[in-house]
């Protein structure tokens, strides 16, 4: 059963649910595939976190900008240049009389003439100026670097055009941050549960509540008893018929009819030679028909049991389905209750060597012939 469930929503459901979100989104560049189209929404949201940070930064240092503006027209409005503790060698200190608490008080020392400024009183605003002022023989702008420090008319001047600068870059990446929010809004709209489901989503949506599917697209969800009442003829019809009709929704379709075929042939009856044949044709009608829908796809290990070695196993044994993973999966229950009886264990190691201990108790009292609960 579990090769069932793997191959239904592997090669058809998520399938039809990347194809709904295709049709929904509406752009030919959209990514085709659901793992492609989650990680399109990942690398937006990572692109988005990048444009807010860059914005955020661009802000802080425009208000450095403006507030060293300001107390350069204090400056000149007042002519009081006296230093302080606080001041730095820089012709002109602008730490002392700004009165923003936030503004950047970091210093520097110029490769040049070896004096310590402050970042803002030397004309150095940007996060990318500020990396090079570590390198020798960096270029970064001086303003006290000549035998004729910049008066404070000229320093406004340059201050000015690092503003228009910054204000432009701001622009910019505020513009970009937009689109790539847009798009990114778009792209949860109809991948995510966040937001309404586009036209071919929600239709895809109801028809997987109507019929008993909920969370269908969690692998985790879909049940063997789900997958039995998915693979019969009118509700594979229906499904399909739901999007526009292409040559690779037919495939699908014609793949999942060949898949149901199989699933009705998978009982523990002794086959005849006539029945081994005729699995034998729905495999290769299956697997035609699954190359012509997914050419790119590759082959999991479901798949490959299934067309490789089910043929050699069923003509040995003449059946298919008298045994199954049923005894493995109880242990998962079994498991669980030795992990909630051993929880107040906080050892991970002496946990390990008790659950070891409990399945060896287990296994010996069964094999004896004895019944052990945990």
């Given at each position: 059963m579990h090769v069932f469930q793997g191959l239904v929503q592997k090669y058809a459901i998520d399938f039809l649910v990347s194809h709904a979100n295709f049709l929904d989104f509406g752009e030919e560049d959209f990514p085709a595939r659901v793992d492609e189209q989650k990680r399109k929404v990942?690398?937006?949201?990572?692109?988005?976190?990048?444009?807010?940070k860059r914005i955020e930064n661009t802000s802080k240092e425009l208000n450095d900008i403006r507030d060293v503006s300001i107390v350069y027209n204090q400056i000149v409005?007042?002519?009081?240049?006296?230093?302080?503790?606080?001041?730095?060698?820089?012709t002109f200190c602008v730490l002392k009389y700004s009165k923003s608490r936030s503004i950047d008080t970091d210093t520097y020392q110029c490769d040049r003439c070896s004096k310590i400024f402050h970042y803002i009183c030397n004309g150095v605003f940007t996060i990318d100026q500020k990396s090079k002022t570590n390198r020798a023989g960096n270029n970064v702008t001086c303003f006290d670097c000549s035998d004729n420090p910049l008066t404070i008319q000229e320093r406004m001047e340059e201050?000015?055009?690092?503003?228009a600068k910054l204000e432009k870059s701001h622009e910019d990446d505020q513009e970009t941050?937009?689109?790539?929010?847009?798009?990114?809004?778009?792209a949860e709209k109809v991948i995510t549960d966040r937001g309404d489901s586009g036209e071919?989503?929600?239709?895809?949506?109801r028809f997987f509540k109507n019929t008993g599917y909920e969370n269908y697209n969690c692998s985790k969800n879909w049940t063997g008893n789900m997958t039995r009442r998915f693979l019969r003829k009118c509700h594979i019809d229906e499904v399909i018929e739901i999007f526009p009709s292409t040559s690779r929704l037919e495939a699908i379709r014609h793949f999942l009819y060949q898949l149901e075929s199989l699933m009705s042939s998978s009982n523990n009856e002794v086959k005849s030679d006539e029945q081994i044949s005729e699995i034998q044709n729905h495999l290769q009608k299956m697997a035609t028909f699954l190359r012509e829908a997914h050419p790119d796809y590759s082959v999991t290990v479901k798949l490959h049991l299934l067309t490789s070695h089910l043929l050699e196993f069923v003509r040995k044994h003449r059946s298919w389905s008298k045994v199954s993973e049923q005894g493995i999966e109880h242990a998962h229950s079994d498991f669980k209750k030795l992990h909630i009886l051993l929880a107040p264990m906080k050892n991970p190691i002496s946990k390990g060597f008790a659950i070891v201990d409990a399945c060896s108790g287990a296994n010996f009292l069964i094999d004896s012939g004895d019944d052990c609960n945990f």
């Open positions: 990942k690398d937006l949201e990572f692109e988005e976190s990048i444009y807010i409005a007042t002519g009081n240049n006296k230093k302080s503790k606080s001041s730095c060698e820089s201050v000015e055009i690092w503003k941050w937009w689109v790539v929010n847009e798009e990114k809004r778009k071919y989503r929600e239709k895809l949506d």
